[in-house]
């Protein structure tokens, strides 16, 4: 058998049933490894289970004496005697039944030779009580039948305690010690010599038949055992493992094979009794550093299994994989632990075997996230002491998702098969891996100077930035990187990782195509933005947020035709929270759909109460117009639980939405277009702008940033207010309303009109407002769509001011 073969090849010591250890089979001395830790509970455990035996024996035997004396000694005193010990007995009885029923109790109150002895003691000074007691005032017949009992119990005694010799041995030295008391004055001569021997030949009795059971429990237990090892070797699929181990509860060594010896560089008897913690990290910088190491101990020190788990080991000069479960007795008390092992440092790099397969990505065959977390770790490890320098550079590549979306994913994996080989040529030194999905990383040992790694990091955006040539397509796109160096941005694996993540987050922010190092205002915006996060979760819960509003009025007459929602956040601490600063972490948690939604239920609700009819826009983010059929189910459950006519309700959104070309895009406009609901080009002119997103008619209006705005209002300024007529023509051409936004003075409310611009929107016809007089908003609470009242109160203008914002 493959297991069998993989156990002499590990060079574990085979053993056959010990010789047993007077000493540690009389429990005078504790067990040295794990067989005589199970042997000593195999005793325990024995005499435990013939307690009822035993307890039937003596309420018997009490009963028969209690007899026998009734006529010659006082009622009480014998039924006294007599309830003590049924008593006693029926309480450890009892203790026996818990400890079988009651786990708790049994791990708890576990049987031991301290809880042994004292019941023993006093089980065998019951029985002297009626020698001593009475023996003289007994008549010759009682005389014979106490010395009869004593005997005979002192001779059961001798089997059913003999698995704990130091139980049977007290017992039958205290019921010895009493007879020749009392019975010595029989026969001075006679007695004090054929006690003494009887207690002799007892004695032997006890310590042979412990002998035959302890022999008899060890070669089974060994016999147990070696069938454990094979099933440990098929459990962890470990046929090939190098090697095997055994520890005691304390988690130091008991017994480990030649071959882990021999890869330490010691003996096996110098490893035995060395902590596991002392063998693998003497110093505690491994554990600092690897997570493996750190997720091992922590199984070892809560009893859980653990199964291929690499380590460093010899101060990351070798990588071990380790698996062991933990040996547990009847009662799940721990006995120790069992496991194997191996040196894994040459194949987890090159070979064709499950532990190279497992640390590389199959399409490239780069290092895989596994991989690179353990060569981070080892560099790690090399840095502190004193060996190279330890650098990581994570990749991400611009446009990708484009290509995977238009042309498929087949191009997109044989376009990141190409990348990972530019890579590979152009950082020929570090080890490059593939973390998933696009994106890459460099984990550097040399040449870590932030100039250095600059120059390497342009260099590996232009390579990546150069045109691909797969099948017929020619595709381009770029590439984003984040930059760390142990140890000031971090001096664990992870660590280090999150540093490079967070400069990767903010040069993608900044606009792709470029590369950041860790700052540590990176990290303290991360955490602003995690308690913002935070806040903002407890927020939707607690309905801090609410919806203000801003006219949008006639460009002539000046009267109200709609008024925008915008979202506004008041936080009990913080106090009024800017839009710009609460939406985008909106977006980065995910929960744009959801306050989405309730922002659209909700301007809905109080908009059907406005007594001047005006028209309620709300903005839809890309996101929710992504989820196509939902948003308009949304939109639906919104106009129909209101009573908000369709065609008073504007959605506006941004020429992004058109980036992807998506049809799904196309499809939901036109579902809401065909509900009735007017659609509205938000920032017209700041953006994508293709004329083609206005081809189809489904936009009833669009609006002019107030950049445009501004500017073509202003004397010499001539680009801008030719942009604003080109956006006024095609609007016209096409039948579509225009909304100028940004207007804060009389000068450019008149220099849009007289452009001929049909609508307004700025400071000047009014700020954000909170309507007064609002009745209770709906429902936030997240995962909830609470039914909305069919009307709400009016707005009640004029409004309170607040600061102008874009809603979510």
Known sequence: MAEIRSLQHSGWPGRFAPPVDLLQLCFLKPPSDSLGQRLRQGQVDALVRLVPLTITVNVLAALILGACLWRDVPHWEVGLWLGTLTLFCLVRQARVVRLKRDPAYAAANPPSIRTILPPIQFLSLLWVAPVVLWFDAAPTSDRMIMILVLFGIASGASVTLSTVPPAALCYVATITLGGLISMSRLDPVTIPVLLPLFAALLTYAVMWNARQFAGHLAATLVLEEKAELITLLREFDASGSEWLWELGPDLCLTRVSNSLADAVGVTPDQLVGRSVEDLLDPQGQVAAVSAGMRSMLESLRSARPFRDLAIPARSGRAWWSLSGKPLLDAEGRLLGWRGVGSDITASRLTGHDSVTA????????????????????????????????????????????????????????????????????????????????????????????????????????????????????????????????????????????????????????????????????????????????????????????????????????????????????????RGEVPPDLFVPVIEDAGLIGQVGNWVLREACREAVGWPDGARVAVNVSSAQLAAGPVLVGHVIHALASSGLPAERLELEVTESIFLADDSTTRATLGQLRALGVRLVLDDFGMGYSNYACLVGGDFSKVKIDRSFTVAAAMPGRPAERAIVESILTLARGLHIEVTAEGIETVEQAEAMTALGCGQLQGYLFGRPAIPTGRSPASDLTLGRSSDLPATAASPNLPLLPNKESRAA
Not at 391 to 399: E, F, H, Q, S, Y
């Open 358 to 573: 497992a640390r590389h990505d199959l399409m490239t065959g780069l290092a895989n996230r596994l991989l690179i977390r353990e060569l981070l770790e080892e560099a790690l490890l090399r840095y502190r002491a004193g060996h190279g320098g330890c650098a990581l550079m994570l990749v991400d590549l611009d446009r990708f998702k484009l290509v995977n979306d238009t042309l498929g994913h087949g191009i997109g994996d044989e376009l990141l098969c190409e990348v990972a080989r530019r890579l590979e040529k152009v950082a020929a030194g570090p080890r490059v891996g593939r973390l998933g999905g696009d994106e890459f990383a460099l984990v550097l040992t040399a040449g870590c100077s932030r100039g250095q790694l600059a120059n390497l990091a342009d260099e590996v955006i232009r390579s990546l930035s150069a045109p691909y040539r797969i099948g017929s397509s020619d595709l381009n796109i770029g590439a984003t990187i984040g930059i760390a160096i142990a140890p000031s941005d971090g001096a664990t694996e992870e660590a280090l990782t999150r540093s490079a993540d967070l400069a990767l987050y903010s040069a993608k922010k900044a606009g792709r195509g470029s590369f950041h190092f860790f700052a540590r205002c990176m990290a303290e915006q991360a955490a602003a933005n995690r308690a913002l996060e935070s806040d903002l979760r407890s927020a939707l819960k607690g309905g801090e947020l609410s919806l203000a509003y801003q006219p949008i009025v006639d460009a002539d007459g000046h009267q109200v035709l709609a008024r925008e929602a915008l979202l506004r956040w008041t936080h009990p601490l």
